[in-house]
C-alpha cells in the first residue's frame, strides 16, 4: 500500500471522483493520498436531522469531522448539548453525535477531511 504523501498528487473539487446529493445538499468527494476529502455544500434550510438522518438511520450524525468553513454560518449541537457556530474561515472538529444546520440564507460550503467517506450513502 502506498504511503501517505509518498509521491505528487493534484485533484480538483471542479472534477470531483464521486458525487452524493441529498436534499438541500450535495458532497463532492475526492481521493488524494490515500484519503477521503469531502466538499459540502449545504443550502438554506439544510439540516443534518431532516436532510441526511433518513439516508444515516441512526439518531444523530455519526461521523466525526474535521473541517474548514469556507462559505456560510454552520450551527452545530452535539449529543451532550454542547453547542458551536461555524463561519468562514474556521476549523472545527466534531466528534460522533451531533445534529448541525444552515443558519440563515446563505449556503455553507465546508471542506472536511475526516468524516465524509461513508457520509450520506
Do not use: N
Not at 480538483?12 to 469531502?38: A, H, M
Not at 454542547?82 to 465546508?110: Q, R
Amino acid at each position: 500500500m502506498q504511503k501517505l504523501m509518498e509521491k505528487v498528487e493534484l485533484k480538483s473539487f471542479g472534477k470531483p471522483d464521486e458525487v452524493r446529493d441529498f436534499p438541500k445538499g450535495r458532497l463532492e468527494l475526492i481521493q488524494i493520498g490515500g484519503v477521503t476529502v469531502g466538499r459540502a455544500i449545504l443550502e438554506p434550510g439544510w439540516r443534518w436531522s431532516t436532510s441526511v438522518q433518513p439516508i444515516a438511520k441512526t439518531k444523530s450524525c455519526e461521523a466525526p469531522h474535521f473541517q474548514y468553513h469556507i462559505q456560510g454560518i454552520l450551527k452545530v449541537v452535539m449529543d451532550d448539548g454542547t453547542t458551536l457556530e461555524c463561519g468562514p474561515g474556521d476549523v472545527s472538529i466534531l466528534p460522533m453525535g451531533h445534529d448541525a444546520w444552515v443558519v440563515g440564507h446563505e449556503p455553507v460550503v465546508i471542506v472536511d477531511f475526516q468524516g465524509m467517506a461513508e457520509y450520506a450513502k
